[in-house]
């Protein structure tokens, strides 16, 4: 099989060599295309858990994978809900283990997760034409660091197809955002002074 492939040409190094780099990214702005901060998930592989791990495992994972956000996938392989770092560093696990009377490590991802039936996502047809300036003020009006992305009009079943991040937008716009929403809890103000 390998014979019907010729080998390539090659040269000595002589002189001064130099090394390409990447051409730098067009700078976001708040008027640019929202796809440009929106994590794609038809390219990148989606960070996913099981409702069945215990929240540390999750909280490790996400440490160990440099995000705060994981999709919930239930064992046929359909979204069951979304869990976030705040969900897990906030009041939910104390809330849970004084209404359940459980050890910290016991508690479960789909004890403190977000579910679906509390979800809302924003259809892709609406990301296409709208601008990061969209995004930052439909997370803003949520309340919320994350937002989904819904494909409907893939054969079958709607998809997941999108993930955008009050953080990942910061970063990309290299600056902080100010939040116009008051904080509703002391997990609120920890989860936004841990981010920054």
Not at 13 to 32: C, H, M, R, W, Y
Not at 113 to 118: E, F, Q, R, W, Y
Request: glycine share 6%.
């Amino acid at each position: 099989m390998m014979n019907e492939y010729k080998s390539l040409a090659a040269q000595h190094l002589t002189g001064d060599v130099q090394i390409s780099k990447p051409a730098s990214p067009n700078p976001v702005t708040f008027e640019s295309p929202a796809s440009e901060v929106m994590t794609d998930l038809r390219k990148i592989q989606a960070a996913i858990i099981s409702p069945e791990i215990t929240m540390e495992v999750a909280n490790t994972y996400m440490m160990q994978r440099g995000i705060r956000t994981l999709l919930v996938m239930n064992d046929d392989n359909f979204l069951a809900g979304i869990i976030t770092a705040t969900d897990i560093l906030g009041e939910k696990p104390m809330r849970f283990i004084q209404e359940r009377g459980v050890k910290h490590n016991e508690i479960l991802v789909k004890d403190i997760m977000t579910p679906l039936d509390k979800l809302e996502a924003i259809p892709l047809e609406e990301v296409i034409h709208a601008r990061v300036g969209n995004i930052v003020a439909s997370l803003r009006e949520s309340g919320r660091m994350h937002a989904l992305v819904i494909d409907d009009n893939t054969i079958g079943l709607s998809r997941i197809c999108g993930i955008f991040s009050w953080t990942q937008i910061e970063k990309q716009l290299g600056t902080v955002i100010p939040q116009n929403n008051v904080a509703r809890s002391f997990a609120e103000i920890e989860s936004t002074l841990i981010a920054s």
